[in-house]
Nanobody
Framework: QAQLEESGGGSVQAGGSLRLSCAAS????????MGWFRQAPGKEREGVAS????????DYADSTEGRFTISRDDAENTLYLQMTDLKLEDTAMYYC?????????????????????WGQGTQVTVSS
């Protein structure tokens, strides 16, 4: 059964950086769109960034563009999220998710309902 396991979360001061990793296994990782989502307490899950199979198309939430970078290493079956200039409002549980094997439209790429496999999440806490 397909598995996703996130790591790299932690506590950081505002303005700091973290890199999240997501190790994928038991499915052909390189053929799937992938994404990062986050959910803060009392809020809905929101799309943070997405990347197409092959890595040539990336999308970001307005709140993260310019600060976060999504990437993938298909040889290592790993998805990454480099986060810089972290803000208090970035505090959330971050989830790695597997999307479909077909191309997503721009309006679909950050929608959770187009992703059907999720990791357990890794907590990111930003303090002042």
């Amino acid at each position: 059964q397909a598995q996703l396991e996130e790591s790299g979360g932690g506590s950081v001061q505002a303005g700091g950086s973290l890199r999240l990793s997501c190790a994928a296994s038991k499915f052909p990782f390189s053929t799937y769109n992938m994404g990062w989502f986050r959910q803060a307490p009392g809020k809905e899950r929101e799309g943070v960034a997405s990347i197409s199979d092959g890595g040539d198309i990336t999308d970001y939430a307005d709140s993260t563009e310019g600060r976060f970078t999504i990437s993938r290493d298909d040889a290592e079956n790993t998805l990454y999220l480099q986060m810089t200039d972290l803000k208090l409002e970035d505090t959330a549980m971050y989830y790695c998710a597997r999307g479909p094997q077909y191309p997503l439209t721009p309006t679909q790429r950050l929608r959770a309902d187009f992703y059907n496999k999720w990791g357990q999440g890794t907590q990111v806490t930003v303090s002042s």
